[in-house]
Each structure stands twice: as structure tokens, then as C-alpha cells.
């Protein structure tokens, strides 16, 4: 006579994954240094990499809190949910305020049983300064002396070139 055999049922989960140009983020997302005065989108993919069907549960379903040096908005929000083995992309525009740091936090909740997934987002900021100096006349402000000087002469030694190999070809 064989024993009868005890299988265990396979729970069906969702769960989320984040990622940014490729890399998986959990935990803490480092975006370098974005310049004072400007914007900087970035694009996160959500992905399910569970079994079950993944719910967004929060309003909206991408937040944004604890903004600091930065100003930080989803501009594109993630669908309502993911099937199993689905993804959709998600993107967080942010415009610095000062140099120094700045940082944010995004938050997704979903039915995952490890919701919310947390993400606390840091990065630099720099202010890139306009080149004063003294002019060639004495007077201060303007653009620095002798910028863009030399591209007259690299557009005439570039024009000589060309002649020249034309002249080559047709002798």
C-alpha cells in the first residue's frame, strides 16, 4: 500500500518591484546632481513579480511627502493595478530650489503584502554660474574675453578643407 502524500497549495501573492533606468531601487534611489533653475524627469517601472494580481490602493496612487530643497510631482501615475508579471512605468519630475541636497520620498501602496513600498530619493543640486569678467574695454560684465573666438578660424580651416578635396577629386 503507498502513503498518501501531502502537497502543500501554492499561494498565489503579488509583489512589487521598483526599478530606474534598468536597476532595481528599494529602500534608497541616489539621482546625482540636478541643476538649480531647471527640471529633471525621472522614470520608474513598477513591475509585479508575483502570482496574483497587484492592486494600487492609495490616492493617488504614486505620493510624493517630505520634499526637502526640491520640489518633487508625479507626472505620470501608475494604472489602477498590474497583472502577474506586469509592469508600467511612473515619473517624478523634480525642480531644486538651492544648491545643497535634496530629497524626497515616494510611496505606493498596493495589495503586496509587504505594502507600502517606500523609496526615500536624495540627490545634489548645483547652481551653474554665469561667466562674468571685464570686458576688452575696461568695463565690467559681459561674457568672458575671447569666448568663441576661435570658431571663425575652424570654420575657415574646415571651408579650406573641403575646397581642397573637392579640387583633388576633379583633377
Request: contains cysteine; proline residues 9%.
Amino acid at each position: 500500500m503507498v502513503p498518501p502524500t501531502c502537497t502543500m497549495p501554492t499561494l498565489s501573492v503579488p509583489a512589487l518591484t521598483v526599478d530606474r533606468s534598468g536597476n532595481l531601487v528599494a529602500g534608497t534611489d541616489s539621482v546625482g546632481i540636478v541643476q538649480v533653475g531647471g527640471t529633471m524627469t525621472f522614470f520608474y517601472t513598477a513591475t509585479n513579480t508575483g502570482t496574483a494580481p497587484l492592486s494600487f490602493t492609495g490616492n493617488p496612487r504614486v505620493a510624493i511627502s517630505g520634499a526637502s530643497n526640491c520640489t518633487a510631482v508625479v507626472t505620470q501615475q501608475l494604472p489602477a493595478g498590474l497583472a502577474a508579471s506586469g509592469s508600467a512605468p511612473f515619473a517624478v519630475s523634480v525642480t531644486p530650489v538651492d544648491s545643497g541636497v535634496l530629497s524626497f520620498t515616494i510611496t505606493i501602496a498596493s495589495n503586496d503584502p509587504n505594502s507600502p513600498f517606500t523609496l526615500s530619493v536624495q540627490g545634489s543640486t548645483t547652481v551653474i554660474p554665469p561667466s562674468f569678467a571685464k570686458s576688452p574695454n575696461g568695463a565690467d560684465g559681459g561674457c568672458v574675453a575671447g569666448e568663441g573666438q576661435l570658431a571663425l578660424p575652424m570654420l575657415a580651416l574646415i571651408a579650406l578643407a573641403y575646397v581642397t578635396r573637392r579640387r583633388r577629386r576633379m583633377v
